[in-house]
């Protein structure tokens, strides 16, 4: 091969390596959180569609949409936010750091809703059912804070729809305390 020839392949590999879309590395917690907050956010469009659009339910999909949030919260979504709080690529506030019980607390929250969507879909094998809907005039908050994770067994009586909007108003409540908007 020519120097010129190697170079330009060397040249190509070096614009291919920017382009792929790579895993994030093992121990980069800022590009892990956020590509997890992506796939999270994904999986959350998913299931909203699905709302929106009954007929396009599917259990399969509804479950596999509430599992990649089962897998990316609680101690996985915690963990990753046990450092990197000065990187400048990052629009983590550095009150995680004091505020930790509250940031964790949430984070399971995220994890018990989706965990109650995952069982809802488990349970609602063919169409979408009057009973994953939310009924007119129910109400929708979650306590004077927002957020009020209930038991297992209580939130596994409430509509499938519902226990979203309030997983929903957990992603709101944690980015509005502890995410930067600029
Ligand atoms: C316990 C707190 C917490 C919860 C719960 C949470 N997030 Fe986040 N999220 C954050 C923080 C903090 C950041 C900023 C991370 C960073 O830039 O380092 C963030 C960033 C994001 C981003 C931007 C990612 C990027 O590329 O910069 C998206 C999208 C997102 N979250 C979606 C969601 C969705 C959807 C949910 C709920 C299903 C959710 N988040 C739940 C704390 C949370």
């Known amino acids: 091969m020519t120097t010129s020839r190697t170079a330009l392949v ?22 892990l959180r956020q590509a997890d907050m992506k796939a999270m956010s994904d999986a959350a469009k998913t299931i909203s569609d699905m709302f929106r659009a009954p007929e396009s339910y599917s259990s399969t999909e509804f479950r596999r949409a509430a599992d990649v949030i089962v897998d990316r919260s609680g101690s996985v979504l915690a963990g990753h936010f046990a450092d990197g709080m000065g990187d400048p690529r990052s629009k983590a506030k550095p009150d995680i750091v004091q505020e930790r019980n509250r940031f964790d607390r949430l984070a399971d929250d995220l994890r018990n809703y ?51 909007h309030l997983m929903l108003q957990t992603c709101t409540t944690c980015h509005a305390a502890f995410r930067i908007h600029r």
Do not use: Q, W, Y
């Open 10 to 31: 060397l040249g190509l590999i070096a614009i291919s390596s920017v382009i792929a879309p790579s895993a994030p590395a093992e121990d980069d917690v800022v590009a």
């Open 114 to 164: 989706a965990l109650a969507l995952d069982a809802a879909g488990e349970a609602n094998p063919g169409p979408m059912t009057e009973r994953m809907r939310m009924k007119p005039g129910e109400p929708m908050g979650g306590g004077p804070l927002g957020i009020h994770v209930r038991s297992e067994a209580e939130l596994s009586s409430i509509p499938a729809e519902h226990v979203f």
